[in-house]
C-alpha cells in the first residue's frame, strides 16, 4: 500500500477535501468534534505531511526580519553577513528576510524598528537585544500577534520568546575561568573583566560562570568589579587603562563581549602582551591577529553562521507548527589557540 494521502484522509473521516485542507493548516471554521475526527484519521492512517509541497502549492512564503544592534563590532558585521548568506541557501524555501539594526540604549529607534517589523507583517522576529523591560513588552506585542520569537546570541529568558539559539552563555563564562586559570601562572593576580554591558544577558550569565569556577577551582585570582564598553572601544581603550592604573598585581583580562581591540591596544601600548593572559570571545580579524602575535591567549567562539542558519530553520518549524529538532540547533563552544588557528575565512566573522 502506498502512503496514505489527502483523499484518504477525507474519505476515513467522512469529510470534504476542502474540510480536510483547514484542519491540517489550522483554520478556523471548523468544528471542534470535525476536527477531532480528521486528527483521529490522520493517526490512524499514520499520514506525514509533506510541508514542503504543501507550501509550494499554496505559493506559501515566510517574511522573517532580523533585529541586530547598531554597533562597529566586528562579529555583528560577521553576523550580518551569515543573515544575509543563510538568506540566500533558504531562498528555494520561499523565506524573505530582512535584517534591521538599531542603536543600543535608544528605546525610540527601538520602538520605530518595532513598528516597521510589524507593519511589513513579518511571521518570524529574531532578535539580538539587551534585556529590558522594554524589549519584554514589544516582544509580548509580538506574541499577541501571532508573531514567531527568537532571541539569537543573548536570551529573554523572562520574556515570551519561543527559542533562543545560542551557546551556553554561562558554560562559556565557565569555560573562560578554568581557561584563566589554567593560563594565568600559579601566584595570585587580579582579572579585569569587560563587557558590553550588564543589561544583556549574555554577559550576565558568562560573568557568573567566570566567577563560579575562580572561586571553586582558583581562589588565587580575583575578578575586579565589571567595568562596561558599551561596544564602543574607546571607552573600552580608557576603562581598561583607567582599571590598571587603580589596582596593582593585574595579571588578567577576560573581555567577555565586544572591545577587544580597546583592550589589546592598551595592552601592547603598555608593553604588557608577556606578561598579561587574554581570553576573549569570537574569531573576528582582530582577534584572529592578536592570536598570531600572542597578545591574546585564546578566543572563546560561536558560529554567526550556524547560529543565522539555525535561527531561520526554528522560525519556520514554529510557523509550520512542526518541532524544532534540538540536536541540530545546538550551538557549540569552540576554543581557538594559536596552535589551532583555522584558515583565513574559516569561522571568522569579517568586518
Request: hydrophobic share 45%; net charge neutral; proline share 3%.
Amino acid at each position: 500500500m502506498g502512503k496514505p494521502t489527502v483523499h484518504d484522509i477525507a474519505r476515513e473521516a467522512g469529510v470534504s477535501l476542502a474540510t480536510v485542507d483547514r484542519v491540517l493548516n489550522g483554520r478556523a471554521g471548523v468544528r471542534e468534534a470535525t476536527v477531532r475526527r480528521v486528527q483521529e484519521a490522520v493517526g490512524r492512517l499514520g499520514y506525514v505531511r509533506d510541508l514542503s509541497a504543501a507550501n509550494l502549492a499554496r505559493q506559501r512564503r515566510y517574511r522573517f526580519a532580523f533585529l541586530l544592534p547598531d554597533t562597529p563590532s566586528q562579529f555583528l558585521h560577521g553576523l550580518h553577513r551569515a543573515v544575509d548568506e543563510a538568506a540566500l541557501a533558504f531562498s528555494a524555501d520561499r523565506l524573505e528576510v530582512e535584517t534591521t539594526h538599531v542603536a543600543i540604549g535608544d528605546p525610540v529607534a527601538l520602538q520605530q524598528a518595532f513598528r516597521r517589523i510589524e507593519a511589513r507583517g513579518a511571521e518570524g522576529v529574531a532578535i539580538m537585544a539587551n534585556e529590558t523591560p522594554m524589549m519584554r513588552d514589544m516582544i509580548a506585542r509580538l506574541k499577541a500577534k501571532g508573531v514567531a520569537v527568537v532571541a539569537i546570541i543573548t536570551d529573554q529568558p523572562q520574556s515570551e520568546r519561543d527559542h533562543f539559539v545560542g551557546i551556553d552563555n554561562l558554560a562559556a563564562g565557565r569555560t573562560a575561568g578554568v581557561l584563566m586559570g589554567r593560563f594565568s601562572a600559579a601566584g595570585p593576580g587580579k582579572i579585569i573583566v569587560v563587557v558590553n554591558t550588564m543589561q544583556a544577558r549574555d554577559m550576565v550569565d558568562r560573568r557568573m560562570g567566570f566567577d563560579e569556577v575562580l572561586a571553586e577551582r582558583f581562589p588565587q585570582l580575583v575578578a575586579l568589579p565589571t567595568v562596561e564598553g558599551w561596544d564602543n572601544h574607546e571607552i573600552v581603550a580608557r576603562v581598561t587603562a583607567q582599571c590598571l592604573d587603580s589596582h596593582q598585581g593585574v595579571t588578567g583580562i577576560y573581555c567577555a563581549g565586544a572591545g577587544l581591540r580597546g583592550v589589546t591596544e592598551v595592552v601592547r601600548n603598555r608593553g604588557l602582551g608577556e606578561r598579561m593572559v587574554i581570553v576573549s570571545h569570537d574569531l573576528t580579524p582582530h582577534s584572529r591577529a592578536m592570536l598570531r602575535t600572542g597578545v591574546v591567549d585564546v578566543v572563546i567562539n560561536q558560529n554567526a553562521g550556524h547560529i543565522a542558519r539555525s535561527a531561520m530553520r526554528v522560525l519556520k518549524a514554529h510557523c509550520d507548527g512542526v518541532e524544532v529538532i534540538a540536536s541540530q540547533e545546538r550551538i557549540r563552544i569552540e576554543i581557538v589557540l594559536k596552535e589551532n588557528l583555522p584558515q583565513d575565512g574559516e569561522g571568522e566573522e569579517k568586518r
